[in-house]
């Protein structure tokens, strides 16, 4: 369930949410516009945007994040996404306080990929809990899934420290063994059995170039429903976020923020060697990351459901992920993000 936003916040956010992106707007127009002149104001927006970049964010394992615990309570050591793939699908799990929510997504994922693997020996799978430091026992309802499947079917990855979703995301990237990863959020909000219609879109985007190619899951063809239930305040929200993406970012893409994503391991190696953004906003600057490189990308629609429990504050969230998409398009405008691809061990 999002947290209530106080009485007195409604009315000024509301006023703010309609007016970001007309300053987003006039801003990247100043920009383009304003002289070279160190003393414009836009150029000066600019210049803050670059100094305050880091130019590749140094990917860090703690010590403890090397390893995972197995079903028999040992040991091993995390496999990287420069080994050769050894499984057909990699399922990347990011979960923050989940112990709640988890039992059911886990129940209909792993039913489903069981099912699928009776029916096809040669399917081969793993399903990667990513624990985002949770303060609940979001790791101890992992191992129950673990100790069922066993640790070659389902691994519990647990950081020391919060890194956000696109942090625990690439953690459990960078973790797989899968020709194909899937992004998939612990609330269950996406049926699992959608992942055939994003298996088709990636499917219908071959030859891919360098093997490379991406299939997002969305929930666009719901948005007039959405419209409905939702509060104008929150409405106003949902389309200036829209438009924000649109504008800065990604063109092509309706929904960005889908959390049900399904990469081939090439893609995701280039992809999340050169991520800055850990928050909410990875997710847009993952698609703006692939849309450089020329990633083909399928848009495919999904069958989703809200759940309660949502971790996103719908009014401050929303306004950090404002800031994050301006920052994306200038400091990868003013060449501080560049399109690296960083060793990721």
Not at 14 to 43: D, H, I, K, N
Request: aromatic share 10%.
């Amino acid at each position: 369930m999002e947290l209530p936003l106080p009485p007195s916040l409604p009315a000024a956010a509301a006023v703010l949410a309609l007016a970001l992106p007309g300053l987003a707007a006039l801003l990247l127009v100043l920009v383009r516009a304003a002289p070279r002149s160190p003393r414009s104001w836009a150029g000066a927006i600019c210049m803050i945007a670059h100094v305050t970049a880091r130019k590749m964010p140094t990917f860090h394992r703690h010590e403890k994040e090397k390893f995972f615990v197995n079903a028999e309570g040992r040991k091993e050591s995390v496999p990287s996404i420069h080994d050769p793939p050894t499984r057909e699908l990699s399922v990347v799990v990011p979960s923050y306080n989940e112990e709640d929510r988890l039992p059911l997504m886990m129940d209909e994922a792993l039913g489903y990929l069981e099912k699928r693997q009776k029916r096809d020996p040669s399917f081969t799978y793993e399903v990667i809990v990513v624990d985002d430091g949770s303060k609940d026992e979001t790791t101890k309802v992992a191992m129950k899934y673990c100790k069922k499947y066993g640790s070659d079917k389902v691994r519990v990855l647990t950081l020391v420290k919060n890194r956000g979703k696109g942090g625990a995301v690439r953690m459990g990237v960078f973790s797989s063994r899968g020709k194909k990863i899937l992004m998939v959020d612990a609330d269950g909000a996406t049926k699992f059995a959608d992942i055939e219609k994003v298996e088709e879109g990636l499917k219908n985007l071959q030859p891919w170039p360098n093997e490379m190619a991406i299939s997002c899951g969305s929930r666009a063809h719901l948005e007039k429903d959405s419209v409905a239930k939702r509060s104008y305040f929150r409405t106003i929200l949902m389309y200036g976020f829209h438009f924000l993406v649109w504008f800065l970012c990604v063109k092509k893409i309706r929904d960005t923020q889908c959390g049900f994503k399904l990469l081939t391991r090439e893609a995701a190696l280039r992809t999340f060697s050169t991520l800055h953004i850990e928050r909410w906003a990875f997710d847009v600057e993952l698609l703006y990351i692939a849309q450089r490189l020329r990633i083909p990308i399928a848009e495919v629609a999904v069958n989703w459901t809200e759940i309660e429990g949502s971790k996103l504050v719908p009014f401050w969230s929303w306004l950090q992920m404002g800031r994050d998409l301006l920052f994306i398009r200038l400091r990868y405008m003013t060449g501080a993000w560049q399109l690296e691809t960083r060793k990721c061990n």
